[in-house]
């Protein structure tokens, strides 16, 4: 079982900045994709960013050119930095590791909060 664990919520003004940080547990990590979801009262779970095992990205249009994911495969970490942050982006984040093969296994943190509030 691969745990994966959030870190780096917060409160933030609108048009700060954050930074998460997520640590899985697997030795496998480098060959997983990872991404950050994240999901607002009343609405379903999105994808906000996601990075295979080679550095490839993608980003959900709304946080294209603000938010950046990166991850770092000596450490099994990975990081959203969420520049210009907006009410909108308020919601809890989680972080996901997705073990591809003959099953696609996908594994969850338990989530961190992020409100963007004056």
């Known amino acids: 079982q691969v745990q994966v664990v959030e870190s780096g919520g917060g409160l933030v003004q609108p048009g700060g900045s954050l930074r998460l940080s997520c640590a899985a547990s697997?030795?496998?990590?480098?060959?997983?994709?990872m991404g950050w979801y994240r999901q607002a009262p009343g609405k379903q779970r999105e994808l906000v960013a996601a990075i295979t095992s080679g550095g490839s990205t993608n980003y959900a249009d709304s946080v294209k050119g603000r938010f950046t994911i990166s991850r770092d495969n000596a450490k099994n970490m990975i990081y959203l930095q969420m520049n210009s942050l907006k009410p909108e982006d308020t919601a809890v984040y989680y972080c996901n590791a997705r073990q591809l093969g003959l099953q696609t296994i996908n594994y969850w943190g338990q989530g961190t909060q992020v409100t963007v509030s004056s």
């Open positions: 697997d030795s496998l990590f480098r060959f997983y994709v």
